[in-house]
């Protein structure tokens, strides 16, 4: 390839068949569309009929220079032009235009130029004018007089179609259509309905049955304001077309009006109060016929039966709210991912880290095989340089006195020196080449101790890069599970808040990754008077129907602005209470175990215990280190796997001579549900009772720090009201050194022992001292934690 050439970014093309049919659709709804234009005429005095829509449509098409699509207009316009000859007497007039319009515009395109508005209006006015006047049935002033009306009046109508089909070409994009846009579009779609015309099946005429059903459809879908616009706009246009202009107006818009008001009360309501509202205003205006039945009773059942999909693909489009979160969600998901591939490529960075300090390790065991022949080099040149047998040795003799010095060397690395018979025979200088060799064998094995720790360290690294890399790769993967905002919530609390007068600057409701129901609320501060307990909970408690409370965090003042910020949640079914008694080992001021209890932002009761091995300052520190990180890890709602993958990397870098591990012992409650899940990374048994009844739950996984990734492996269990977990270390058990690890002692005092967690805790600990005579071996730490049921 050709230096500093630009290669152009490569980029894929999705040849799918969803494109060649998405052309059909548009070309089908083009025509449709021209037919129906075509068709529509505006009769306001005798001569005078109007039917500058399909021109109008046709004018649009051809201004966006699309070969395919304005000579699919040019079609379907004249043939709706030609459908309607017996209606408008100068139908061909129209297609004349049409066909002239098209021939500029079709000329203009092959030569690349620009086609002018303009030129299309004095074209259209021109011929109109020339042809209208002289073909009309009344006097040449009168004709001349109509044919100019008619003809301008293409103008005003180019505008409202051209601005219409826009608005249309925005449909199913992230646009979000403003209320002048919105009509528009429903100008167009009631002028599709209304170019339907008179036909009629079984007395029912088309026309009014399409546009009722498009009128109720599109009301369920939009609400009231929704439901209006389209009815008084579809009643306008159909009246004006059929000369009865007031009836049609009364009878779309009020069922416009009426679906969209109790479309919240669901499809049967709506329904019924659309039917009643429909033969109270045809009763009005004339008799209720058969047809009139058949109408109503067709388009009812069209709005019981359309899909919900269908309903909320509608709504998606005209309510701008839906379309804004439907926005919001693509960037928030667009951020996200941008911040996901920032750690991917973290991950990577780690990978590839982790790969260079292998390579260096392995290109060290390339060089051995130079290391020796380097040393018979360094040898010769330190005793032979100067010796004056060096060019008969190293030049006649070369190959046999290499092969001495190699023996030599050799024989002195393995600590019993042996002098070759070849060099003993002809060297004058033995004695000085014995020493230099014993010299050089030193430095030689001090710098590869040396060099060997330091390749020790280099894979050492490169283990715990990989295993991270591992782990940021399970914190990826948590990250992609989603916080679900709950839009409909939102939308009851405002209303309610200000029903019950609760003033609020910002209300935010969603499920958090557990599934579970959090309101945020932001307010003015209350200055203590517990406004949110008070007033604002039981407003929510009574909407929701759920049993709800204040998070732990409670209320939180921003002293830039003086707002009060609160969540309110569901209420956990359960409350733990947790109790912890411990005693470090004789002689020692610290105790090698750590512990922690309470509950996290996620509803999550955790509980955990870990064994610093030894005991000590030392062991405390281990032990505290991985308490910490595994309250970290667990808070901010990573998984089991990914925070002690992490952990054990983490504690797994360690580089001074005495190696220590540390145990960990964890169980999580699901505080909604009573769901236990129990994991033991070198931990003792734990157990649960019930009652007299005790179950132990024990496993066999090696502690942290061992193994370069730990495979977690969780024991679940369900608790009921009034059930004590109970998690020990190592020390409890091990009272007997000579039968260390038996649990038979406790699970036989947990059997008769007191419920209470407090004393329990206790009485544990002071079992297990005396059973070890008083002599406490190694550190001992009791937590017993007992569930209550609230509800």
Known sequence: ?????????????????????????????????????????????????????????????????????????????????????????????????????????????????????????????GIYVSLGTFVGSQGLSISFGFSLIEAISIIPFFYMINYGISCLSEIRTNYIFSVEELISIAIILCLIVAGIGGVEVFGVNIRNLLGIMVVTTIAYSGGISVGAIIGVTMGIIIGITTRDLFLPIGIYSICGLIVGIF?????????????????????????IGLPNILEVSISAIWLLLIPNNFIKDILAEINNEEKSKSINEIQIQGIKNEFMDRLDGFKNILNTISSSLNNLSENNNLLIKNKSVALIENLADRVCSNCELNNKCWGRELHTTFSCFGELIGSCESGKIIIPKELDRKCVKLNTLLKGTENLLNNYTINENVKSRLVEGRRLIANQMNNMSIAMDDIIRDFEKDVTNCSEVDKLLRKTFVKNNIKYSEVYSYTDRCGHLKIKVKRENCEGCSYCIKNVLPVISDLIKLPLSLTDDGCRINPSNNECTFVIEETPKYNILSYAAFTPKDGEKYSGDTFSFGKNKNGLYVTTISDGMGSGPEASAESNITVNLIEKFIEQGFDEATSLNTINSIMGMKFNEDEKFTTLDMNTIDLYTGNVSFIKVGGVVSFIKRGNEVEVIESSELPFGILDSIEVKKIKRKIKHGDIIVTITDGILDVDKNNAGNYRWVKDYLEKSTTNPEYLSRDILEKAKELCNGKIFDDMTVVVSKAYSIY
């Open 1 to 125: 390839m050709q230096y500093e050439v630009k290669v152009p970014t490569y980029k894929r093309v999705n040849k799918r068949k969803l494109n060649l049919e998405s052309n059909v659709v548009t070309i089908i709804v083009a025509f449709i569309i021209g037919v129906t234009l075509g068709r529509v005429n505006l009769s306001f005095v005798e001569g005078l009929t109007l039917a500058p829509f399909g021109i109008a449509y046709l004018f649009s098409t051809i201004l966006k220079r699309r070969e395919k699509e304005y000579l699919t207009a040019f079609i379907s316009v004249s043939l709706g032009y030609l459908t309607t000859y017996k209606v408008i007497d100068n139908a061909f007039v129209y297609f004349v235009i049409a066909l002239s319009t098209v021939i500029y515009g079709y000329v203009m395109n092959k030569l690349d130029k620009k086609i002018s508005k303009k030129v299309l209006f004095l074209l259209s006015i």
């Open 263 to 287: 479309k919240d009360t669901g499809k049967i309501f709506s329904v019924l109060a659309y039917v009643i509202s429909y033969f109270l205003v045809v009763m009005y205006s004339e008799s």
